[in-house]
């Protein structure tokens, strides 16, 4: 370890709620876990008995006070430390540890930023930034303005032309951002984006491409690769947090995943992030095109399952990064417990949302861009037709897995299908049940129809398993 820290601040992730799930006790913890193999005194700031990392034992002191300036001010006058996390708290402890540096706080008390710097994070955190920092690599990010005001962001929304994404910044789980087909919508939805956040952006919508994302890791020697590649069930317009996701990617080629990943190398590298980062693609796989539509320069929702299901300790990882060490000083070189290369995967996972929309009267079940899932389930397998079964059995809610639900039934099922609820994979199983074919599905819902197919599979082999009397079934 090259820095020689006694004390640092970790900053976790604040009150549990619906849009942020368990995933930064996971991270928190794992930075808190490095920071004792190393002898180092840790201070968390999280207000959130029920969690991991406020455990008796896992950090050496705990204040249970809110994660924002004022508070987090009199801990670093109180305790000093040497350095402070940011990067494992979610958006949450980014906002404050940027903020803080913002206004001098950090330097005031000689408080060191481990890990990736706050001019890095602010490049991916504030979009006016991040698209003009992107464009000096000729990476692609959708056509879009940063604005701060009403009037600007109608202007820009008139200039781009409808359907619009808008999306606040530094929000969390989505918060403020939804497709507005016409101005109506979006004037609504961007009254909301600006109750959570100075800034807008307002750009093209990629509504119905694919959503791709890629877990990188980077240290300060410049070795950086991809840990995991995932894919989204569901096309662009869910939030991925909404979204079934698998991993690895399924139905792209080996080159358009080679391409994406060379491409988020060069973007983790231009930004010069230290550490962990996640960054997610819109993708066209009929044409190869392809535009970056965000990057978190820190622990995420999708950190924390690449970490499950690969076996690979991002958290830990990037904390020890953090901390000075390089990827061939973490872990033992040359064996499977080394940091240095990324896991081979000779199985698939697949992260489910679950809902509990049911308890809240009147609420809209619909789906989008904001979160409104509260957890999610994992399942583990070697194909996606297992996957999909184990998991659907598992979210609680009733169901036998994608068949044999005769007590959710659809009326209007094109409705169902184009329209996105927490209910759509089972008005999927529905259609195909009723002799939809995969092109009518594809062209309802935009989901790939490599899943489809999949999912046809199950339908299918349900009816060969009606054609035997239980007597008959083969052993």
């Not at 604040?14 to 840790?42: T, V």
């Not at 080394?338 to 996972?349: G, T």
């Not at 259609?431 to 899943?451: H, Q």
Request: aromatic share 8%; glycine share 8%.
């Amino acid at each position: 370890m090259k820095k020689q820290l006694k004390k640092v601040l970790v900053l976790g992730s604040g009150a549990l709620k619906i849009g942020q799930a368990g995933e930064f006790d996971y991270s928190g913890s794992q930075a808190l876990k490095a920071l004792r193999e190393e002898g180092i005194r840790s201070v968390l700031v999280n207000p959130n008995v029920a969690t991991i990392q406020t455990s008796e034992g896992i950090a050496d002191k705990v204040y249970f006070l809110p994660v924002n300036t004022f508070f987090v001010t009199e801990i670093i006058k109180k305790e000093r430390p040497d350095g402070i996390l940011l990067a494992f708290g979610g958006q949450t402890a980014l906002n404050c540890g940027t903020e803080l540096f913002q206004k001098g706080i950090l330097k005031e008390y000689g408080v060191e930023v481990l890990g990736t710097s706050v001019e890095a994070i602010m490049n991916t955190e504030d979009r006016d930034l991040f698209v003009k920092e992107l464009n000096k690599v000729n990476l692609k990010v959708p056509v879009s303005q940063a604005c701060e005001t009403m009037e600007d962001a109608i202007a820009t929304a008139r200039r781009i032309g409808y359907p619009i994404m808008i999306r606040s910044a530094y929000a969390l789980g989505g918060l403020g951002s939804g497709v507005c087909p016409d101005e109506e919508t979006f004037v609504k939805i961007a009254e909301s984006a600006f109750t959570f956040a100075p800034q807008v952006l307002v750009e093209e919508s990629l509504k119905g491409w694919k959503e791709i994302e890629f877990e990188c890791i980077r240290d300060a020697n410049d070795h950086c690769f991809t840990v995991a590649s995932m894919e989204n069930f569901d096309p662009l317009g869910i939030h991925t947090g909404e979204s079934i996701v698998v991993a690895p990617t399924c139905s792209l080629t080996e080159d358009q995943v080679k391409m994406l990943q060379d491409i988020t190398i060069k973007c983790v590298r231009h930004l010069n992030i230290v550490g962990e980062c996640n960054i997610q693609f819109a993708f066209n796989a009929f044409t190869n095109d392809y535009r970056i539509i965000e990057i978190n320069a820190r622990l995420s929702r999708s950190s924390a399952l690449a970490s499950k299901a690969t076996g690979y300790p991002l958290a830990f990882v990037a904390a020890k990064i953090a901390l000075g060490y390089t990827l061939d000083q973490i872990g033992e070189m040359g064996t499977t417990n080394s940091a240095y290369v990324a896991p081979s995967l000779d199985y698939l996972i697949c992260k489910i949302p679950r809902w509990d929309l049911t308890k809240f009267v009147g609420v809209s079940r619909k789906i989008g861009s904001s979160m409104k899932s509260v957890g999610e389930i994992m399942s583990i397998g070697r194909t996606f037709e297992e996957l999909i079964q184990k998991g659907l059995r598992m979210i609680g809610q009733g169901m036998h897995g994608f068949v044999g639900n005769d007590h959710t039934k659809f009326d209007n099922l094109d409705d169902e299908l184009a329209n996105p609820t927490d209910l759509r994979i089972f008005a999927i199983a529905q259609a195909l049940e009723e002799g939809y074919t995969i092109d009518r599905i594809y062209e309802l819902t935009k989901i790939d129809p490599w899943f489809i197919e999949r999912l046809k599979n199950i339908v299918d082999y349900k009816h060969k398993l009606e054609g035997y009397s239980r007597t008959s079934l083969p052993m």
